[in-house]
Every structure is written in structure tokens, then in C-alpha cells.
């Protein structure tokens, strides 16, 4: 990738960076790194590695999970193995997206609606 990337003229810096700059509508306007070079951007993507998995909550109440921690659901309803324990969103193994997590979260509202009013789930 390093050899693409140098190929197609697009420079990696490995630098702290210490300042992000915006403008008064608070858009974005540069990054500034620890060496004062201030690179001029109108977007940025960041990414930061070891994101955290909430999922403590989850194994107090002995739920399922799998070889990553990720807490296990029905594909269908969002239920766990427990019960009445349902999860969605960056909790279940999938490509940490708002999108997903809203879908999840509204799929699994039909379910828990279904179970409140006393009617049986697929696997019931
Ligand atoms: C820097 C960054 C950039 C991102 N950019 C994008 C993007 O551009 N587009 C995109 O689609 N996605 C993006 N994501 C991913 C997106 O933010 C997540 O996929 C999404 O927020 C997950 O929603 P969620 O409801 O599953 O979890 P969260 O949003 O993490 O919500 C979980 C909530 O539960 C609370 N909680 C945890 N444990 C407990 C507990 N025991 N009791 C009570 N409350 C608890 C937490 O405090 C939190 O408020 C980005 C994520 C990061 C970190």
C-alpha cells in the first residue's frame, strides 16, 4: 500500500497532530501537527484503534458471546440467548455504521413488541 500510495503522489506523515483548526461555522479548516506544519483540509477521516467493547452489561447478565466478545443475536429478531435480552449496533459483530445500528435497534423494537404482547418468537 506504502508503494501505491508513494506511486500515486499521496504523502504518509507519521506526526502527532495537535491542533484541528475550523472556521466559524466550526467546518473544518486545517490540521496542525506537533511540528507547527499546518496542513489546510476542508475533511478528514479519523481512526482510532482499540475501540472498546461495552459489553460488560451484557456479561453480568450471562449473554452469549463470540470468539471477538461481540455479543451473539438471532439474525432475525436481535434477541440474545437470554430471554428478553435483546442487542444491536457496535455491541453485535458487524461494521461499526450508524446506519446498521439503527436498523438493528428498529428490527429488534418488532421482536420486544411481539414478546410483550405475548406472541411466539420463530425459535419459540
Ligand atoms: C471516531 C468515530 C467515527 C465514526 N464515524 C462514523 C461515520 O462516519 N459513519 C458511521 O456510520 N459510523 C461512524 N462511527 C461508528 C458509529 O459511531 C457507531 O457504529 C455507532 O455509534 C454505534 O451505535 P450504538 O448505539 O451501537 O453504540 P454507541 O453509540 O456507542 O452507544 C452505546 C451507549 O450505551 C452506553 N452504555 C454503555 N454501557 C452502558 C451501561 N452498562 N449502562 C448504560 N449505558 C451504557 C454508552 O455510554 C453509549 O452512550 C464512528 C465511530 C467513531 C468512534
Same mark, same amino acid.
Given at each position: 500500500? %506504502?508503494?501505491?500510495?508513494?506511486?500515486?503522489?499521496?504523502?504518509?506523515?507519521?506526526?502527532?497532530?495537535?491542533?484541528?483548526?475550523?472556521?466559524?461555522?466550526?467546518?473544518?479548516?486545517?490540521?496542525?501537527?506537533?511540528?507547527?506544519?499546518?496542513?489546510?483540509?476542508?475533511?478528514?477521516?479519523?481512526?482510532?484503534?482499540?475501540?472498546?467493547?461495552?459489553?460488560?452489561?451484557?456479561?453480568?447478565?450471562?449473554?452469549?458471546?463470540?470468539?471477538?466478545?461481540?455479543?451473539?443475536?438471532?439474525? %432475525?429478531?436481535?434477541?440474545?440467548?437470554?430471554?428478553?435480552?435483546?442487542?444491536?449496533?457496535?455491541?453485535?459483530?458487524?461494521?461499526?455504521?450508524?446506519?446498521?445500528?439503527?436498523?438493528?435497534?428498529?428490527?429488534?423494537?418488532?421482536?420486544?413488541?411481539? %414478546?410483550?404482547?405475548?406472541?411466539?418468537?420463530?425459535?419459540?
Amino acid at each position: 500500500y %506504502r508503494e501505491k500510495l508513494k506511486k500515486n503522489q499521496i504523502p504518509v506523515i507519521e506526526e502527532e497532530v495537535c491542533e484541528v483548526h475550523v472556521n466559524a461555522k466550526q467546518q473544518l479548516t486545517a490540521i496542525q501537527l506537533a511540528s507547527g506544519k499546518i496542513i489546510e483540509a476542508e475533511k478528514a477521516f479519523t481512526a482510532f484503534k482499540g475501540n472498546k467493547l461495552n459489553n460488560e452489561l451484557a456479561l453480568q447478565l450471562g449473554v452469549q458471546v463470540n470468539e471477538n466478545n461481540h455479543v451473539v443475536i438471532h439474525p %432475525r429478531t436481535k434477541e440474545t440467548n437470554i430471554k428478553g435480552v435483546w442487542a444491536g449496533g457496535d455491541l453485535v459483530a458487524h461494521s461499526e455504521q450508524v446506519t446498521i445500528s439503527m436498523g438493528d435497534g428498529t428490527q429488534a423494537a418488532i421482536w420486544i413488541h411481539k %414478546r410483550l404482547l405475548g406472541q411466539p418468537l420463530p425459535y419459540d
